[in-house]
């Protein structure tokens, strides 16, 4: 690993690769995404050989629906233990369900769904109802205590996902331009006003910390095979391909990953797989530094990357 720059500014960042052209790559992600106004922190990782190379890789940053990947290996493992029926009905109430346009999220009328099934809607197409009725069968400190008994102590479980929501009505009412506003405003001054935009408060991780959760899950070396196994399974079910899948679209390439978006967040963590035998896991995590719901530039600018590392990554 070379750090490219041992003592920059705050908003510089700090690039490592395992050999020049690594860091070379690095750096050029780096400087696109500050060209777009775009901080965050990338990292990519081949599974095999364990060359790497990225920025800013152990910042702790809010992880907003990133964080059903952790949750979806403990209630896996749960299941696997025989603790928990996959079957097992779960009825959610519009009246009394999370925030959310997908899935769960967006009906109108009561919906009984097995266990197996909400972690289907949570990973696929991100439902928030489905991850907070998830975490009412696993609390949230549960989830987190497994975690840290996992090794797993870059990353921290903190609310439901539903508490984001909660938090951005408190700081802005039912002004979601208005939240938004106050995250930019924010990100700039270095003060989060709505407390899971902190990462003291937020489920939090970094970009090396996800990448290592993933490396575990594809090598079978966390939990146990059958919940490993699921995980990957339920991850290729994803239906957005905008961020880092975008640019690593072929029939000789599979993409199994998990977006996490809130207010001026854009996240992403993944594994793309090649016919070739090669495996890289991949996280981009990102803060947009304008008022933008939507953003395909910077879509794109994270789907550029993941191409790039993974072409620089392959042996």
């Known amino acids: 690993m070379s750090p490219a720059e ?40 081949n599974l095999d050989t364990g060359e790497r190379l990225g920025f800013d890789i152990d910042e702790l940053v809010p992880l907003a629906s990133v964080a059903k990947v952790p949750l979806a290996l403990v209630v896996l493992d749960r299941i696997a233990a025989g603790e928990l029926d996959p079957a097992r009905p779960v009825t959610v109430d519009p009246a009394r369900s999370s925030v959310g346009s997908t899935g769960l999220s967006a009906f109108r009328h009561p919906a009984t769904v097995a266990v197996g099934d909400l972690l289907l809607l949570m990973l696929s197409v991100s439902d928030n109802a489905a991850a907070d009725a998830l975490f009412d069968l696993v609390p949230v400190a549960e989830v987190d205590a497994r975690l840290r008994a996992w090794g797993c102590d870059g990353l921290r479980m903190r609310h439901r996902m539903n508490h984001m929501y909660e938090c951005a009505v408190g700081a802005a009412g039912n002004d979601f331009s208005l939240a938004l506003e106050l995250a930019v405003r924010d990100e700039r001054a270095g003060l989060p006003t709505i407390e899971t935009l902190d990462p003291a ?20 070396e966390i939990a146990v095979p059958g919940a490993t196994a699921e995980l990957r399974r339920l ?36 594994v793309v797989e090649a016919e070739s035998g090669d495996r890289v896991a991949m996280a981009a995590l990102t803060r947009a530094d304008r008022r933008a719901g939507l953003a395909p530039d910077i879509e794109l600018a994270m789907g550029t990357a993941a191409r790039d590392a993974f072409e620089a990554l392959r042996r």
Do not use: Y
């Not at 705050?10 to 860091?23: H, Q």
């Not at 079910?237 to 996490?260: H, I, M, N, P």
């Open 6 to 45: 041992p003592s920059g500014s705050r908003n510089r960042p700090v690039c490592v690769g395992d050999d020049g052209a690594l860091l070379d790559a690095a750096e050029t992600i780096a400087a696109d995404w500050s060209a777009l106004g775009v901080r965050g922190s990338f990292l990519a990782l």
């Open 201 to 220: 408060h937020a489920n939090a991780g970094s970009a090396a910390a996800l990448v290592g959760l993933l490396r575990r899950v594809w090598r079978d």
């Open 235 to 270: 991850m290729g079910c994803q239906v957005f391909t905008q961020r880092l899948a975008c640019e690593l679209r072929a029939d000789s390439l599979r993409w199994s990953g998990k977006t996490g978006t809130f207010l001026h967040l854009r996240h992403e963590i993944g």
